[in-house]
């Protein structure tokens, strides 16, 4: 089977001061094998997010399935498995990087990526040299490591983000337009970070903006508008 496959997957939300639910997203279809990188496009409110969160898990979906083939369980549908499950999914295998940084005040960026590696049973001393190899791979400059991320800028927190997910070297990858409101020498910097995760693995979905971005860089693209996935080749430019 693939590693994940998703089936008429829908959401709907409840607006309650209005006391009505309004479908966020229906009827998505997608299959992604091991390895593949697929990016998803399509206009604002689409519901591209509304996907990864409940891959994630951060939603529940309300129609279809979303089969993803786990190390650990074998084959289990996202939206049924237990709390205990998908906290072992999130520490484990499953990664997401979100465009903004949320992360615990007070903690400094050394600390942060070391905490995940701790987290999924690291020792101390293998958490550091792989914290400082992580810090140095995404170019986080070595005066910022000590400090606390706050006042980093959107590339650096963006490269903190990807650094606090892929330590964890993630089975499967899910990005949130990492490339949102970045200057072109930044957004280029995540294109070879992509590369190099694609190069040692990892299976990916990516949200993007821009379909040039992507070009080269996805296997596959699945398009919002018009539901379908095709081939990165084949994809013809997302006008939004
Ligand atoms: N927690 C929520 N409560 C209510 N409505 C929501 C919630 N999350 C998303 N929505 C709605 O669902 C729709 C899809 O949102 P989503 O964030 O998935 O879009 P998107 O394609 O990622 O857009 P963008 O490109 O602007 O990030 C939108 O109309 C949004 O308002
Ligand atoms: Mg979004």
Sequence with gaps: MAMLEITDFGKRFTIHHLSKTMPAVEHINFTLDAGEFIGIVGKSGSGKSTILKSIYRTYLPDTG????????????????VTERQMLYLRK?????????????????????VTNALLEMGESEEVARVETERALTHFELDSKLWDSYPNTFSGGEKLRLNIA?????????????????????QSKEKVRQIIEKLKNTGTTLVGIFHDIEFMEGLCDKVFDMQTRQLTTAKETAVYES
């Design 65 to 80: 399935k979303l089969l993803y083939d786990s190390g650990r369980f074998g084959i289990i549908d996202l939206a049924k």
């Design 92 to 112: 484990y295998e499953i990664g997401y990087v979100s465009q903004f940084l949320n992360v615990m005040p007070r903690t400094t960026c050394r600390q942060l």
């Design 164 to 184: 606090m997910a892929t330590v964890k070297k993630p089975r499967l990858l899910l990005l949130d337009e990492p490339t949102a409101s970045l200057d072109q």
